[in-house]
């Protein structure tokens, strides 16, 4: 009797093991859906912040005109106070982050960090508006090597550095550490060529920035049907 007392007891530890071990794969596949959709949350919330943006940089230049009448964008934020800097007519710097105090919308994407805002000179002067002929030099590149483009003779880029925010400013205005991959660092290097593909895991080239540009055409027509342009 006592020994089949013992088996059965040692039985039971041996179930238990086995549940505890079951749980335990169930919780930690449970933590990394939880964490999956945590992550396309967030990314959802920064698209749709993006397009926000968008429309309100068409909403900005169709309100705000140049000394001579016609429209512009504003300038890049350079200080961290949410308005534009410039120096006379002109951008303190053709690249900072989004005047969010200006345009009236979200000062940082889902991650805690602020909008890389780039907008092209002919486009942004206070006193020259522009025309159905401003030209602009800014590109969307498929890579770093910027051999295929996406968009090219874009006004104004706007980028989220993602979840990773190589390359971002904080909420607070400090700088996060520098990327690490060569198409991070081209959304990084305030040259004219912007990179956008989908997002590539942690290694020798990981990316996870977000980016959206305003087309001329677009704008154009906008600025055609608000009575703006030409």
Known sequence: MTALRLRS??????ELAIVLIILALLSGGLMMTLSSQM????????QQQLQDIRDALLGYAASHPALDGKPYLPCPDTDGDGVENRTGYVCTAPEG???WSDL???????????FRYRVENNFSRKDIGF???????????EQAA???????????????????????????NTANDAPTGI????????DANFVSHTPSPAGANEFDDLVIWLSPNILYNRLIAAGRLP
């Not at 007891?9 to 041996?14: P, R, W």
Request: aromatic share 6%; charged share 15%.
């Open 39 to 46: 992550d396309q949350r967030s990314y959802r919330e920064t």
């Open 104 to 114: 009236g919308i979200g000062n940082r994407d889902a991650w805690g960090n602020r």
């Open 131 to 141: 025309t159905l002929s401003t030209s602009a030099t800014l590109r969307i590149c």
């Open 146 to 172: 910027c051999t295929s483009t996406l968009a090219t003779g874009l006004p104004t880029v706007i980028i989220s550095h993602g979840k990773n925010g190589f390359g971002a400013t904080t909420s607070g």
């Open 9 to 14: 007891h040692g039985f039971t530890l041996v």
């Open 183 to 190: 198409d991070e660092l081209e959304n990084a290097n305030s």
């Open 97 to 99: 982050t989004l005047p």
